[in-house]
Structures are given as C-alpha cells and as structure tokens.
C-alpha cells in the first residue's frame, strides 16, 4: 500500500514538474520565438497569456515588441564649411520581424550596436555633406547677432544673405532614410532620428561667447545712452518748468509791490496834503534817526535846511 503511495506521489510530481518545465507565460509587451536547438520552431508569439513547449528541448527567447530607444555616442563632425561641431543624436526604433532580428543579432544589446554602426555614419555623411547652419536652423528668419558665428574661415558663408536648403528637420529625415533599408534585414523598423543637441568645439564656443558679451554689451551702453538722454530731457523739463514758475512769482510779486507803492505813496500824498508841515516834520525826524548816532559828527552851516527843526533844540548834557 506505500508502495502504490509513493508511486502516485513520484507520477503527480513528475507531472508538476512537467508542467512547469513546458509552461511559459507572454506579457503583452512581448514577443517570443520559440527555439529547438537554436533553430526557430513555428511562428512568433505575440499574444499575451500562458504557452507550452516542449520542456528541455525546445527555449522561448523573449523580446520586446513596443518602441525602444537609441542613444548615440556625442562625436565631433566637420560640417561642409569646415567647421567641427559635437552632435548628438537618438532614435526611436521596433521589431517587426522576431524571427529575422533572432537570426542576425539575436538580442537586444547587439541590436544596439548594429544601430550605433549603421546611424552614426548617416549622420556623419548628413552633417558633412551641409553647412554649419543648415544643422542648427530650419527657417529663414532674421538671425540675431549671436547666432552668427564666426568660424574664422575666410571662405565662411555670408550668413545674412544664405538661405536654408534643407535645415535640421530635412537633415533629419535624410538620416533616417539612409538608415532604414539597411536595418530591414534585421527584422528592425527605425521609426524616427532626430538631432538631440549641437555643440560648438572649444574655438567656435569662444567666438560665440565673445559675440555674445559684446551684444550684451552693446545693449547696456544703448540703453544707459537712453536713459542718459532721458534724464537730460526730465532735468531740461524741470528747469524749464522751473524758470516758468520764477518768471510767474517774480512778475506776481513785482505786481503787488507795484500796487504797495501806489498804495503807500497815494497815503503818504493825502496825509502831506492835509498837514503838510506835520508831514515834513515827521519825515525830518525819521532822517535824524537813521543819519545820526551817538557818534556822529556833521559840520553844516547855520541855515542848512537839513538843520531847520535843530535850531531850537538843545540836547541835554550827557546825552
């Protein structure tokens, strides 16, 4: 009776185990080619669920089946004006057919260095079949000073006056062009390239620094020249407004005093001409006051008119 226990212990085991060594399970974001003896056995499954094969002969190899990227190695290219420029570039790319991609490169690390050989020479043969400026520019508007870079090459294109042929967008295409019939034998669909970054070398990166200090420069010493000019136009407002306000004060003051004196002198003339002798006894005493002091000396004649209302006084002793 073990016996017979064991027996069906040792068959239920070796069923799981069976079953478990044939069973493979497909995500949905992947592809798999089953192998017996590193040949392709039927077509790719592409299906997401559980799948069998036979355990220990036959080995699926799993591949993903959405997009992957591709980064390139940053390298230095001179371009048709013979100017080096660092360009960095990616790509977008997929498997569309697992079986031929199992045969040529097998797995994903290799893919990767088959797309490095066959795009960075596209990008190279792109870059150095145009000028500098159809790989940073897709359009011809205005450019600014500090997009014009001086190479230092005497035969360097007149910038101003060149117009773009073909421009980074074009440029890009050409490169996925030339790259995708010979990615087909992969089993590899390049979906897209595109120029990530473009980098000057030492020597153009100093020229367009210096470009770009003397345009910031140019633009401080405008705009202290315009405020310069404005503040002499606020401080020529001011005193000009100034000058108005004291003609306008000065003419209002010289009115009143004007309007004073006639006032004064038409009193003084009214009070003269009601006591004349009064007045000009008065107006005598104010003269004494303010020509003489305790010091004063004056030598005048005895019938000097100035002495008229001095004559019959005497100034008491000690005064």
Same mark, same amino acid.
């Given at each position: 009776?073990?016996?017979?226990?064991?027996?069906?212990?040792?068959?239920?085991?070796?069923?799981?185990?069976?079953?478990?060594?044939?069973?493979?399970?497909?995500?949905?974001?992947?592809?798999?080619?089953?192998?017996?003896?590193?040949?392709?056995?039927?077509?790719?499954?592409? *299906?997401? #669920?559980?799948?069998?094969?036979?355990?220990? /002969?036959?080995?699926? @190899? =799993?591949?993903? %089946?959405?997009?992957?990227?591709?980064?390139?190695?940053?390298?230095?290219?001179?371009?048709?004006?013979?100017?080096?420029?660092?360009?960095?570039?990616?790509?977008?790319?997929?498997?569309?057919?697992?079986?031929?991609?199992?045969?040529?490169?097998?797995?994903?690390?290799?893919?990767?260095?088959?797309?490095?050989?066959?795009?960075?020479?596209?990008?190279?043969?792109?870059?150095?079949?145009?000028?500098?400026?159809?790989?940073?520019?897709?359009?011809?508007?205005?450019?600014?000073?500090?997009?014009?870079?001086?190479?230092?090459?005497?035969?360097?294109?007149?910038?101003?006056?060149?117009?773009?042929?073909?421009?980074?967008?074009?440029?890009?295409?050409?490169?996925?062009?030339?790259?995708?019939?010979?990615?087909? *034998?992969? #089993?590899?669909?390049?979906?897209?390239?595109? /120029?990530?970054?473009? @980098? =000057?070398?030492? %020597?153009?990166?100093?020229?367009?620094?210096?470009?770009?200090?003397?345009?910031?420069?140019?633009?401080?010493?405008?705009?202290?020249?315009?405020?310069?000019?404005?503040?002499?136009?606020?401080?020529?407002?001011?005193?000009?407004?100034?000058?108005?306000?004291?003609?306008?004060?000065?003419?209002?003051?010289?009115?009143?005093?004007?309007?004073?004196?006639?006032?004064?002198?038409?009193?003084?003339?009214?009070?003269?001409?009601?006591?004349?002798?009064?007045?000009?006894?008065?107006?005598?005493?104010?003269?004494?006051?303010?020509?003489?002091?305790?010091?004063?000396?004056?030598?005048?004649?005895?019938?000097?008119?100035?002495?008229?209302?001095?004559?019959?006084?005497?100034?008491?002793?000690?005064?």
């Amino acid at each position: 009776m073990k016996t017979q226990y064991v027996a069906v212990l040792i068959i239920v085991a070796a069923v799981c185990l069976g079953f478990a060594a044939s069973a493979f399970v497909v995500d949905e974001t992947e592809i798999v080619v089953v192998t017996q003896f590193n040949r392709v056995v039927g077509e790719p499954i592409n *299906k997401p #669920g559980l799948n069998f094969r036979i355990p220990f /002969i036959q080995k699926p @190899n =799993y591949f993903l %089946k959405n997009i992957q990227e591709w980064d390139g190695e940053p390298g230095q290219i001179p371009t048709l004006d013979k100017t080096y420029i660092s360009v960095d570039t990616f790509a977008r790319w997929r498997i569309t057919d697992p079986i031929a991609f199992f045969e040529t490169v097998t797995d994903r690390e290799t893919a990767l260095k088959r797309l490095d050989d066959i795009i960075n020479p596209a990008v190279r043969n792109a870059v150095t079949s145009h000028h500098l400026i159809e790989t940073v520019r897709n359009s011809n508007r205005q450019m600014t000073s500090l997009e014009q870079v001086d190479t230092g090459d005497a035969q360097a294109l007149d910038l101003k006056e060149y117009r773009i042929k073909t421009g980074r967008e074009k440029l890009s295409k050409e490169i996925l062009k030339a790259s995708v019939p010979k990615l087909k *034998k992969f #089993g590899i669909e390049l979906i897209d390239v595109k /120029i990530k970054r473009v @980098n =000057y070398t030492q %020597k153009v990166q100093e020229s367009v620094y210096g470009r770009m200090i003397a345009e910031r420069n140019q633009m401080a010493e405008r705009i202290r020249s315009e405020g310069r000019g404005e503040a002499f136009r606020i401080e020529g407002e001011k005193e000009k407004e100034l000058r108005g306000i004291q003609s306008t004060a000065y003419r209002t003051a010289q009115e009143i005093k004007g309007k004073a004196d006639a006032e004064s002198t038409k009193i003084y003339a009214e009070a003269y001409s009601k006591d004349p002798e009064y007045y000009s006894f008065t107006k005598a005493l104010e003269v004494y006051k303010t020509a003489f002091d305790k010091k004063s000396r004056v030598v005048l004649t005895t019938d000097s008119e100035f002495l008229g209302y001095l004559k019959n006084f005497s100034v008491p002793p000690g005064e």
